[in-house]
């Protein structure tokens, strides 16, 4: 079965950096799509980034320029780098993974627990 950790959360000024981990347990990691979402209070998750299994990567339009999003099929890890942090960037962050999918979608199968990112202004 596949397991999600995520890790780098926490508190950050505006214009601040933070770097998010999502770790997988199970098999083939190479062969997922792998990807970040976010919800902040009273808001629907939203697809942050993605990265396909051929290191494709997709950006939401909210936060193309600031964030980045790289796999390390070695280390069976997801990052997200977020640069240039912004209030409205505050939400829990949640990382999926899909092993049908180049890219995730809020329908993908495995999730992971959520971390939390606040930007203070």
């Known amino acids: 079965q596949v397991q999600l950790v995520e890790s780098g959360g926490g508190l950050v000024q505006a214009g601040g950096s933070l770097r998010l981990s999502c770790v997988f347990s199970g098999r083939t990691f190479s062969s997922y799509g792998m990807g970040w979402f976010r919800q902040a209070p009273g808001k629907k998750r939203e697809f942050v980034a993605g990265?396909?299994?051929?290191?494709?990567?997709y950006m939401a339009d909210s936060v193309k320029g600031r964030f980045t999003i790289s796999r390390d099929n070695a280390k069976k890890t997801v990052y997200l780098q977020m640069n240039s942090l912004e209030p409205e960037d505050t939400a829990v962050y949640y990382c999926?993974?899909?092993?049908?999918?180049?890219?995730?979608?809020?329908?993908?199968?495995?999730w992971g627990q959520g971390t939390q990112v606040t930007v203070s202004s």
């Open positions: 990265i396909s299994w051929s290191d494709i990567t």
């Open positions: 999926a993974a899909d092993p049908r999918r180049a890219m995730v979608t809020t329908d993908s199968p495995f």
